[in-house]
């Protein structure tokens, strides 16, 4: 019985703070959201993070034409831990980036970014870039097309392209290129590339997607969000987190 008091007793002291941390942080992330006061014949939403205000443009592609709330955890996680992680002068790229909020924060934290995503979201991707980053950026960022697993030697060769972070957004939903997103990861993560991934969990199906990624990655979770169904992971090559972490502690 005391056995089980004391277990109740733990259980409120760890399980509290968890689902304060939730519901007060993903309040948090969503305050950065705002919408125009009048209607503009331009449908766009705003932003506010690392220090600027994000006017994004909608387009008319059904997933790529919103910003998704994956994206926003992880401009959070980018602005909160920009000095931890110290994103200038650091060689990013991001996949599937949709209107670009995210490759427009780390622009604007510092980094080197390449957007990528579809040929047919390039237009407004390299619209939103621009029109947020345009003299506010150290590096201006690039928005270059990557349909996952197609050409990626020829367009990103191994020998050439090196990035210190891969950034990637709710990019595992029900879609039939799953095979080609893993390819893709692995084409561009060198053994000191850092993942920062922002996982929406929606059906087992693509649920899975995260075992085969852990078959190749390791995986830390950075932000767990049970309300919004959202992890955030840091990732790299297998066993080159023990490495990186042991090259710190010397
Ligand atoms: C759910 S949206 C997320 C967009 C953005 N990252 C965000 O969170 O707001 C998924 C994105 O993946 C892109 N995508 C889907 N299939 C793709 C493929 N085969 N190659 C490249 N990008 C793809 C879509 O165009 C879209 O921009």
Same mark, same amino acid.
């Given at each position: 019985?005391?056995?089980?008091?004391?277990?109740?007793?733990?259980?409120?002291?760890?399980?509290?703070?968890?689902?304060?941390?939730?519901?007060?942080?993903?309040?948090?992330?969503?305050?950065?959201?705002?919408?125009?006061?009048?209607?503009?014949?331009?449908?766009?939403?705003?932003?506010?993070?690392?220090?600027?205000?994000?006017?994004?443009?909608?387009?008319?592609?059904?997933?790529? /034409?919103? *910003?998704?709330?994956?994206?926003?955890? $992880?401009?959070?996680? =980018?602005? !909160?831990?920009?000095?931890?992680?110290?994103?200038?002068?650091?060689?990013?790229?991001?996949?599937?980036?949709?209107?670009?909020?995210?490759?427009?924060?780390?622009?604007?934290?510092?980094?080197?970014?390449?957007?990528?995503?579809?040929?047919?979201?390039?237009?407004?991707?390299?619209?939103?870039?621009?029109?947020?980053?345009?003299?506010?950026?150290?590096?201006?960022?690039?928005?270059?097309?990557?349909?996952?697993?197609?050409?990626?030697?020829?367009?990103?060769?191994?020998?050439?392209?090196?990035?210190?972070?891969?950034?990637? /957004?709710? *990019?595992?939903?029900?879609?039939?290129? $799953?095979?080609?997103? =893993?390819? !893709?990861?692995?084409?561009?993560?060198?053994?000191?590339?850092?993942?920062?991934?922002?996982?929406?969990?929606?059906?087992?199906?693509?649920?899975?997607?995260?075992?085969?990624?852990?078959?190749?990655?390791?995986?830390?979770?950075?932000?767990?969000?049970?309300?919004?169904?959202?992890?955030?992971?840091?990732?790299?090559?297998?066993?080159?987190?023990?490495?990186?972490?042991?090259?710190?502690?010397?």
């Amino acid at each position: 019985e005391n056995r089980r008091v004391s277990f109740e007793v733990h259980r409120e002291i760890y399980v509290e703070p968890r689902e304060k941390e939730d519901e007060q942080i993903v309040a948090e992330i969503m305050r950065r959201r705002f919408f125009p006061a009048v209607i503009t014949h331009k449908a766009w939403e705003g932003f506010h993070f690392a220090g600027h205000e994000i006017r994004i443009t909608e387009a008319t592609d059904c997933y790529g /034409a919103v *910003v998704w709330p994956s994206a926003l955890v $992880l401009c959070y996680f =980018l602005e !909160t831990h920009s000095k931890q992680y110290n994103f200038v002068d650091k060689n990013v790229i991001e996949i599937g980036a949709g209107t670009g909020l995210v490759s427009i924060v780390a622009s604007l934290l510092g980094a080197r970014v390449t957007a990528t995503d579809l040929p047919e979201l390039l237009g407004n991707l390299q619209h939103n870039v621009l029109q947020n980053t345009k003299l506010k950026c150290k590096h201006q960022p690039c928005a270059k097309e990557l349909s996952w697993g197609i050409d990626l030697e020829k367009n990103f060769p191994r020998t050439s392209c090196h990035f210190d972070y891969i950034m990637a /957004a709710d *990019v595992v939903y029900h879609h039939p290129f $799953l095979d080609e997103l =893993l390819l !893709t990861f692995d084409h561009l993560c060198k053994n000191d590339t850092v993942i920062l991934w922002a996982m929406k969990f929606r059906l087992d199906k693509e649920n899975q997607f995260v075992g085969r990624f852990q078959a190749l990655f390791d995986l830390e979770v950075i932000f767990n969000f049970p309300s919004l169904n959202i992890t955030l992971y840091k990732a790299m090559r297998k066993n080159q987190m023990k490495v990186r972490h042991s090259k710190l502690a010397v």
